[in-house]
């Protein structure tokens, strides 16, 4: 089940990713844009997956390529890191919760 992960983000990231791209400037004849708002975080979001592959690899091969109590950890470990960035990431720029409270930022 790890290794299905890791091959099918590598897939996502390689293939998935890249080759919609690159039909729709051959087809149109255009660069593609995503808009003012559309790339926000993403090179941060490529560095942060690289860098969580990097950490899952890492902590199988500590794992010894076995799948025990401490890799579910880990792991479960790694996904609460993503989600909050995530979340982090997502709050309005002029959220301020000592103002209003978080809830009731306008988005």
Do not use: H
């Amino acid at each position: 089940a790890v290794s299905s992960s890791i091959g099918s983000n590598i897939f996502d990231v390689t293939v998935g990713l890249p080759l919609p791209w690159l039909l729709y400037t051959m087809a149109k004849g255009k660069s593609f844009s995503l808009g003012p708002q559309g790339s926000k975080g993403l090179g941060f979001s490529i560095l942060l997956l690289i860098g969580m592959l990097a950490a899952v690899i890492a902590t199988i091969m500590c794992m010894r390529w076995k799948m025990t109590k401490s890799l579910g950890a880990a792991m479960l470990l790694f996904y609460i890191i993503y989600v909050l960035q995530y979340l982090l990431q997502k709050l309005p720029a002029k959220c301020n919760a000592d103002e209003t409270g978080v809830f009731q930022a306008e988005f």
